[in-house]
């Protein structure tokens, strides 16, 4: 990838590009940085002394404060390969800026101001002309075959309607999530109590209100509406639950195979004892451990239960990777440990991670909602699809909708998450892929 | 004699797990709640509150009462369900137990005899409609919410049928209460006792008629793991070389699926088979609760929510008795289907 000495024809003789570009990395990475310590103190100061009116948003940052972090001293380096002009900076920056964006945009307006920062760095890679020139060519050079692995997979996914089907079904409910207080006629919590168990498709009582399109429940709630401000709710706790789940598993399962001996036993003997747990009750007792009955918590006891899974995976991973020969080759030019298990052995051991995680989205969906069925959730009235089959539950018999239509969202969106993950393990498996 | 040092030493190794799996519990049992307030009513004197906290060394020191806890588990007591009644936790156990095995047995026994020839098929009939359909059926069954499935089944089953006047199926709870007012568990198990020491034909039936949709709902997501299973190593096997010799032998397709190939793709499924018990018991939690069906994950639920120390410490300790064992039984199933392994 550093081919620095290749490219010699093409340096530009003018570096002030590269520096220009460097500042405004640096600038990018000091901010991410301040930020991230900024949020990430906060939080532990809020933990520590309890302040009870700490604003919403800090607390509601955590994750991200933490991931700003490391985004932040990940753009430092970058900066300093940009000045060197390595050539794994520019793919590098574009890939870092991508998730930055992503990251952002969950934080609400000083989010997207920063999403605009890591933009227009992306920008400034394509638009710099000396910086273009230099970069652009060896670019495509070095992603020529990804580009034809990526077209490969592209083919073999448009061979199999399943898959496609299941990654609409996805985009549209994310989108539909997202676009609920746009379209749904209804708000999460507004109930109309003269409405209450009204058929799919009836009229509010009310003749200037809309239609209910899949009926109300016992207290008037459009079910249509609540279904979507619901999906809110239940894609954000699956997603964040994987998440935290694969990144801590992978970070533990990795370094237990990798280095072996004695750290390895005390990660299996731990995982060991995940495994003889009982996961659902021992997500009940965590929650109720954590005090208070939420969504928030269900989430953090489905974390704590989650990652051993993914501990194991990759420690039997990373125990065949790191016998092969292009580890020993990236130890014997003298790289160290961590960069050898961060860019070497970890990215050839995601594809069976990826498969997992993306299924098991689909199944954390169904405990998630299973707990606040059972009654672990939020307090009656919050739009959220287990607890609203448990309420549906007690007017069964003469409004069914009321627990058919959630119940229907949840089954539709994890098996649209599990025919993904079928998809793309039968996609990425190199046993699979050519025949 | 080696087999015997085999299971000595899996049975040394389970130890530390299950200890690991009673601390975590205990600790975070300890914390959950008050365990006083259940002893507490608004006729307790206020005088006397001090006193049950004497008795029940609430009052000890953290790690005292954890020794306290742990010694006493060692010599057979498990302590009292404050929340049932104030019995015995091994009582409640004894009682309790066997109505969750019963289901959880009846519903791996569906899933093997549907799950296994499901899997045959859909992976000898490859990208045919057969097996499209299997893996749709299959996929649902790991995406289905069970309690939704649950509630679905008993609306179309049980109430519907019932409005229409048809013959339906009950809609909870593990025999006619009404019908068998003078019936008594012998062994726990209805299917058993209702024949050898009732020796009741039409309450053996009634059990199986309550048996079926619980059963059902609990067995369909093992049912799809082992059909998925089941289909991903037949068609491994199904690619080796030895199957090509047999094939070209001039044997018959059945026989050689029938016979060389299957028992070669079982050993992943019985894998598969023995972790989905442990996880059966965990569904049966959700499962009993929707089925009014008293059996341990019911008595859990209600414990946690009453925030009762010892019925919860108990519940887990047991389930993760029966994971334990459930493991090793797969070990050595698996000695049998495969010669190579030696128990070493």
Not at chain 1, 18 to 33: K, P
Not at chain 1, 66 to 84: E, H, P
Not at chain 2, 148 to 160: D, G, R, T
Request: proline share 5%; aromatic share 12%.
């Amino acid at each position: 990838m550093e081919t620095t000495i290749d490219n010699a024809e093409n340096a530009p003789q003018d570096s002030s590009q590269f520096n220009f570009l460097y500042i405004s990395l640096l600038f990018a990475a000091i901010i991410g940085i301040v930020f991230g310590i900024a949020i990430t103190g906060a939080n532990i100061g809020v933990a520590i002394l309890n302040i009870v009116d700490a604003p919403e948003f800090i607390s509601e940052w955590g994750l991200q404060g933490l991931i700003s972090l490391v985004l932040g001293y990940i753009t430092y380096r970058m900066a300093k390969a940009v000045k060197n002009k390595e050539m794994w900076a520019f793919s590098s920056s574009l890939y870092i800026n991508i998730i930055a964006i992503v990251v952002y945009l969950t934080m609400g307006w000083p989010g997207i101001a920063l999403a605009a920062l890591s933009i227009l760095s992306v920008m400034l890679l394509f638009l710099l002309s000396g910086v273009n020139q230099y970069w652009y060519p060896n670019f495509q050079e070095d992603m020529k075959p990804r580009i034809k692995e990526t077209r490969y997979s592209i083919f073999l996914l448009r061979k199999s309607p399943l898959v496609v089907g299941g990654i609409i079904v996805l985009v549209a409910f994310v989108a539909l999530a997202f676009l609920a207080p746009v379209f749904a006629p209804y708000g999460p919590e507004q109930r109309i109590w003269a409405d209450s168990n009204l058929p799919p498709g009836s009229a509010s009582t009310d003749p200037e209100l809309p239609v209910h399109y899949w009926g109300t429940d016992d207290s008037g709630g459009d079910i249509f509406s609540r279904i979507f401000y619901g999906a809110q709710i239940d894609l954000r706790i699956s997603v964040m639950v994987v998440l935290v789940a694969v990144t801590v598993g992978t970070a533990i399962g990795a370094v237990a195979g990798y280095y072996g001996g004695k750290i390895d036993e005390l990660v299996m003997r731990v995982t060991d004892v995940f495994f003889a747990f009982p996961g659902l009750v021992l997500a009940m007792a965590i929650v109720m451990a954590l005090g208070e009955r939420s969504m928030d918590n269900i989430s953090v006891a489905l974390m704590i239960t989650w990652w051993p899974s993914y501990a194991r995976l990759v420690r039997g991973q990373v125990l065949t990777e790191r016998e092969k020969l292009y580890v020993e080759a990236a130890r014997s030019v003298g790289a160290s440990d961590g960069r050898i298990l961060l860019f070497h052995v970890i990215p050839n051991t995601i594809q069976p991670i990826i498969v997992q995680a993306t299924m098991d989205t689909g199944s954390v969906l169904l405990v998630a909602a299973g707990l606040a069925f059972i009654g672990f959730g939020p307090p009656a009235g919050i739009a959220e699809w287990g607890l609203m089959i448990a309420i549906g539950q007690n007017y069964f018999t003469i409004a069914p909708w009321a627990v058919f239509f959630p119940g229907m969202a949840i089954l539709v969106v994890a098996l649209s998450f599990n025919l993904v993950g079928d998809g793309i393990r039968d996609i990425m498996d190199p046993k699979l892929r050519r025949r | 004699m080696k087999l015997r040092d085999f299971i000595l030493r899996r049975v040394l190794l389970a130890i530390p797990v299950v200890f690991g799996v009673l601390t975590i519990t205990w600790f975070l049992a300890y914390v959950i709640g008050n365990p006083v307030a259940l002893y507490i009513n608004e006729n307790t004197p206020a005088a006397a509150i001090p006193a049950i906290y004497e008795a029940h060394g609430f009052n000890e020191p953290l790690h005292i009462q954890y020794f306290l806890y742990i010694s006493n588990l060692l010599q057979g007591d498990w302590g009292i369900s404050a929340s049932t009644s104030f019995r015995p936790v091994l009582e409640v156990i004894a009682q309790k137990f066997p109505a969750t095995i019963e289901l959880s047995i009846i519903a791996m026994i569906f899933a093997i005899l549907a799950g296994i020839p499901l899997g045959i098929i859909s992976a000898t009939k490859k990208d045919q409609m057969v097996d499209h359909v299997t893996r749709l059926f299959s996929l649902a069954g790991v995406s289905m919410p069970i309690f939704w499935f649950a509630l679905m089944l008993k609306y179309v089953l049980f109430y519907q049928l019932t409005i229409m006047g048809l013959p339906h199926l009950p809609p909870g709870e593990r025999y006619s209460l009404i019908n068998f007012r003078s019936f008594e568990y012998t062994t726990g198990f209805i299917l058993v006792d209702s024949l050898l020491f009732a020796g009741d034909l039409r309450l053996f039936i009634d059990g199986v008629l309550h048996l079926i949709m619980p059963a059902f709902c609990l067995g369909y997501l093992t049912l799809a793991i082992i059909t998925r299973m089941m289909r991903s190593s037949m068609l491994e096997v199904l690619k080796e070389d030895y199957i090509t010799l047999a094939r070209s032998k001039g044997l018959t397709e059945r026989i050689v699926v029938y016979r060389h190939a299957l028992r070669n793709a079982m050993i992943p499924t019985v894998t598969v088979i023995g972790l989905a018990f442990g996880a059966l018991i965990t569904g049966a939690v959700l499962t009993e609760t929707i089925f009014n069906w008293p059996g341990l994950g019911r008595w859990a639920v209600r414990a946690i929510f009453f925030s009762d120390l010892a019925a919860i410490n108990g519940f887990t300790l047991l389930v993760a008795l029966v994971f334990v064992s459930a493991n090793l039984i797969v070990d050595l199933v698996y000695g049998t289907l495969d010669p190579r392994i030696r128990f070493g």
